[in-house]
């Protein structure tokens, strides 16, 4: 099945420079890509008029099963409750122009298969299993009375549906041997303390340098990566050195380890989405006015590390990390980032460089021959207005992934 796109202004993912052009999609694939007409007896021809063609969007840090802002009471409900909402998330996820998304952790391995199957209408998903944490770390939703997670294996705790309590470099190897087998892609540990669980200050360290090691060193013997939680920069800057590939939130990094991050090439994954969603609502779901408070000092920091990662040369990518009802508000992270970054920053955080992080460079997030044809056509240049790329997938007249029209409008 060949797809023929005509005349249109082409963002490629990589280059600053919009060109006009024709791309042709071939069996999923992109086949070519040209600034002269292609001849081709296509099966179908789109003509652009001029439209912006550019990669499918790409968001780093999603939690597909959060139908629920409290995770500890998420942790009581049917599995069928949330793999139903993860079903609908994923679906208009798709419509909004997110053709990959990366999983931050706690999916269960079966929903992931039935992705993969096909069986859900589905950006591509990149698993990562259920995220890994010490007891009493951002990953134990348990509040300070209840008993201590068990080992036995006929009957794991609630909890463990999302987590993985690991104690010590061998546990914690054993851990991400545990989420590979199961299927993850990459692994996500939680390295400082964090806004949803009750028992761990935010601003703490988590695991050990040994157990942080063993983690990256399994994950490399994999032919993989760790990910990382790190709101406090001592935590962002021990990961950084100890070989962690991507750090989540990054939301006090200083200037000076902003540097150490790009001497060392860790990527940054911002996520001012969901800040920006709690200091919104946070009343609504019964925030304190001094917890809000601090949702609003934590956005200013994390607009502020954006600026210090940037001005480092740290790669950044783009993630949102949205619970429940605040999901369909993925867009807003483009207008929160544009307050501080220019548009070609934003654009290649959510395609080419995105796709770097997760290992799928030249695959994913460029119009390329041989790349996925995931595909977007955009009513406006994004690279004048970064922020049409966030309206719910309004500005998208035509969404394809896999060669295949999810969405054809023109």
């Not at 409900?77 to 208009?92: H, I, K, N, R, V």
């Not at 545990?178 to 996500?188: D, L």
């Not at 429940?324 to 934003?346: C, M, S, T, W």
Request: charged fraction near 25%; include cysteine; hydrophobic fraction near 40%.
């Amino acid at each position: 099945m060949q797809t023929l796109f005509r005349n249109a202004l082409i963002f490629d993912g990589v280059s600053r420079d919009l060109r006009e052009g024709h791309v042709l999609v071939e069996d999923g694939l992109i086949a070519e890509v040209s600034e002269q007409p292609i001849k081709v007896d296509a099966d179908r021809v789109v003509e652009a008029d001029g439209r912006t063609l550019m990669p499918g969007l790409i968001d780093l840090h999603v939690h597909i099963w959060a139908a629920d802002m409290n995770v500890a009471r998420l942790s009581q409900m049917p599995t069928e409750y949330y793999s139903l909402y993860a079903a609908q998330f994923l679906q208009s996820t798709l419509d909004r122009g997110f053709t990959t998304l990366r999983d931050a952790g706690g999916t269960d391995a079966g929903f992931a298969m039935a992705i993969e199957k096909g069986f859900i209408k589905s950006p591509r998903f990149y698993h990562s299993g259920r995220y890994i944490s010490q007891t009493g770390g951002h990953g134990d939703f348990r509040e300070g009375h209840e008993q201590h997670f068990s080992d036995c294996m006929c009957c794991p705790p609630r909890h463990e549906r999302f987590t993985a309590i690991a104690d010590g470099a061998d546990a914690v190897r054993k851990a991400v041997r545990e989420e590979f087998r199961r299927g993850a892609r990459a692994i996500k540990i939680m390295a400082s303390g964090g806004v949803a669980s009750p028992t761990d200050p935010l601003d703490k360290l988590q695991f050990t340098d040994a157990e942080i090691l063993a983690a990256v060193d399994e994950a490399a013997m994999r032919g993989s990566y760790i990910f990382a939680h790190c709101h406090p920069d001592i935590a962002i800057r021990r990961c950084s050195e100890l070989g962690v590939r991507c750090i989540e939130h990054v939301s006090m990094v200083s200037p000076e380890t902003a540097a150490i991050m790009a001497r060392n090439g860790t990527y940054g994954v911002p996520t001012l989405a969901v800040v920006h969603a709690f200091y919104e609502d946070g009343a609504k779901f019964g925030l304190p006015a001094a917890s809000i408070g601090k949702m609003q000092n934590l956005l200013e920091a994390m607009t502020e590390g954006l600026v210090h990662m940037k001005n480092a040369g740290v790669k950044i990518g783009f993630g949102t990390d949205l619970l429940a009802e605040h999901n369909d508000r993925q867009g807003i992270e483009f207008a929160l980032r544009a307050k501080v970054l220019d548009p070609y920053d934003i654009l290649i955080s959510a395609t080419s460089v995105a796709a770097e992080i997760i290992m799928e460079e030249g695959r994913l997030g460029v119009v390329a021959p041989g790349a996925y044809a995931d595909i977007l056509l955009v009513d406006g240049n994004p690279m004048r207005d970064v922020t049409i790329l966030g309206q719910d997938g309004r500005n998208f007249p035509v969404i394809m992934k896999a060669g295949e029209f999810h969405k054809m409008a023109l």
